[in-house]
Nanobody, 115 residues
Framework: QVQLVESGGGLVQAGGSLRLSCAASGSIFSINAMGWYRQAPGKQREMVAI???????NYADSVKGRFTMSRGTAKNTVSLQMNSLKPEDTAVYYCTALAGPGDYWGQGTQVTVSS
């Protein structure tokens, strides 16, 4: 089992920045990759960014050049730096751990970007 705890998020004006963090605990040795997904009201959950165990990253086209996902000094932590935020970035953001036994999800954190 892997437990994920997210922090960060909140309300920001368009053009502003926010930083999300996620800490994994439990069977972290089983994690192959970690990622951030988001779900806006009435929309499906979508991938935002993923980072593999070797540090390779992949981003959704809609956030490329604005969002940066990175690992913390502690191997079980990841962050998502979000710059130049747009109202369409408003969503609940979820941290996920992609592990051998299955995928694990955090509780989600709200990001609201006002115009």
């Amino acid at each position: 089992q892997v437990q994920l705890v997210e922090s960060g998020g909140g309300l920001v004006q368009a053009g502003g920045s926010l930083r999300l963090s996620c800490a994994a605990s439990g069977s972290i040795f089983s994690i192959n990759a970690m990622g951030w997904y988001r779900q806006a009201p009435g929309k499906q959950r979508e991938m935002v960014a993923i980072i593999t165990s070797v540090g390779s990253t992949n981003y959704a086209d809609s956030v490329k050049g604005r969002f940066t996902m990175s690992r913390g000094t502690a191997k079980n932590t990841v962050s998502l730096q979000m710059n130049s935020l747009k109202p369409e970035d408003t969503a609940v953001y979820y941290c996920t751990a992609l592990a051998g036994p299955g995928d694990y999800w955090g509780q989600g954190t709200q990001v609201t970007v006002s115009s």
